[in-house]
């Protein structure tokens, strides 16, 4: 299997893990009325999805060594399709609210194998530019999968969106059956994977480069969670309306991404991760004063949402590419861990979210602008990790 296959492989993947979490988000008031339950509940199911995408991934890095990619991945696309499959039989919100966390965990399983793919083909700037394309695979399926969400929820009801969602992995699995994978070299069984897993976390360069592809993450995660009910309830956005923003907020990913493809080799990965998580930031600075002082504007409110998207494409691979180059051990372990890291703070940041949602956007931009500040700083710590190893290098 050469890399263009390996790379379209994880691409498709990584965008059905992530289409999980952006298709319903249209069906939110449909779903709570049907189930019945609070809107504020269903929009859990945003961040329980994201717990369960967090939970297998360091799991899925050690099966992934031991008993290599394809039985990994298409195991977890099996979990993925038959918990897809079994949300619309849900029959109250607690229901709904944990197939959507197995679901999750079926998506982590993918989502980590994608990564892992990628990882095993590139080194360097091109592995930048590889997951470059994971990170448009990302965005694409936030941007269609929101808008495909809002199609199917109208023609046949939010019901179809899962099933689509089962068929999409149930189709993936067909593909791996008649793909071979190259044969890997196994780890020794006799490291511990938690051991293994220590050493990379305690590991300042990797730490702060995932750190800040995390938390840039988490910006685009805390606007999906509250920003059905900003646009759908104050701005009163049909469904329809809602999934049609999917698609500028898509070109902006793809711009930033394209970005990282045509210029990291020449400008160079950490400064284009710095710009990139300075453009968050702006971007959120941008929303809360349009929140504050016109409120009134929903263009205020989710075009400076692109300009931060297009920052996050940018730094996100890169941030992804510095952590697994600057990881003490080699192998799927230090994608894995980042996975990991990157899922589980994006739960945590949609629970908090969750916990903000309201008309009212200046509270999602506050939250953003801590995020991105964050961000920045973490950026700030690579730089000063890639001068302390050039003066030990050059004693």
Known sequence: MNNTTTLALACSAAFLAQVGISSYLPAVTAIAHVLPAAEVHVALALAIYLVGMALPMLLGGSL?????????????LAVYALASAAIPSAFNVETFLSLRLIQGLGAGGVSVMARVLVRDSFRGALLAKGLSWLGMTFVVA???????????????GWE??????????????????????PTLVKVD??????RIYAAIVRHPPFLHAALAGGLGYGVIIAFNTCAPLILQGRFEWSAA????LGWPISAAYLAGALMVNRFVARAGRLRMMGW???LVWVGAAVMLLGS???????????VPYCLAVFGQS?????????????????????MALSGFMHQLMAALIGGVASLLVSQQAWPLAILCMVLAGAACVCVARCHADQNALRKISSI
Not at 189 to 194: D, E, F, L, N
Not at 241 to 244: E, H, I, S
Not at 314 to 333: F, K, Q
């Open 142 to 156: 936030l941007g269609i999968g929101q808008f495909a969400g809002s199609l199917l929820q109208v023609a046949f």
């Open 160 to 181: 179809a969106i899962f099933y689509g969602l089962a068929i999409g992995a149930v189709g993936l699995m067909l593909v791996l059956h008649r793909v071979t994978f």
């Open 292 to 302: 504050l002082f016109a409120s009134g504007l929903a263009i205020l409110l989710w």
């Open 314 to 334: 940018m730094s996100y691979p890169i941030s992804l590419s510095v952590a697994n180059d600057e990881a003490p051990v080699s192998g799927s372990y230090a």
């Open 64 to 76: 992934g060594e031991r008993f290599g990619r394809k039985p990994v991945l298409l195991a977890a």
């Open 241 to 244: 309306q809602y999934g049609w």
């Open 189 to 194: 069984s006799q490291v511990r994977a938690w």
């Open 276 to 278: 990139g998580a300075a």
